[in-house]
């Protein structure tokens, strides 16, 4: 990995899971901005926290409770999963909304839906636009509060063809 890449990597990724055809993400991780660590995160609601404030509150050892820098990393970046990097400071998922990523078959590029408090999957700006505009008990939110933004797929952990 190049620096650039280790300045990329201060953002919030995620990995994924590749067993039985599984592309869906198994673990949420932060580094450490003072030593580099990576970091489990317990669920994907506290990633989010993370990520959406990453550039006024960059993610330290300390963020979580008893660990210190002194401590082993939890989680080595490796090509045993194939790991993705979010941009930082993308919203947090609204409330009673989910937020999906799909990482593609073939590695290409990954997808992001949104699943309504419904259960409607809402794929794309508009559709967000249109379900707003259906559904007044959400006024309080807007388009702006949805990111389509994908995750960098990191080149280095996507499988060969031979282990996909």
Known sequence: MNSEMAKDSLKTPKTSSRSAGNLSISIWAAQCGKCYKWRKISTQEEYEEIRSKF?????????????????????EYD???????????????????KRELCLRGDYSEMDVYYITPSGKKLR???????????????SDLSTEDFSFTT??????????????
């Open 55 to 75: 550039n006024e509150e960059p993610f330290h050892c300390e963020n979580k409770p008893n660990v210190s820098c002194d401590d082993p990393t939890e989680i």
């Open 79 to 97: 090509s045993l999963r194939t790991w993705v990097i979010d941009k930082p400071n993308e919203p947090k998922t609204p409330i009673g909304f």
């Open 124 to 138: 794309s700006t508009e559709e967000v636009r249109t379900f707003l505009q259906k559904n007044l008990e959400f």
């Open 151 to 164: 995750p960098h797929i990191m080149d280095d952990t996507i499988p060969s063809p031979s282990t996909k």
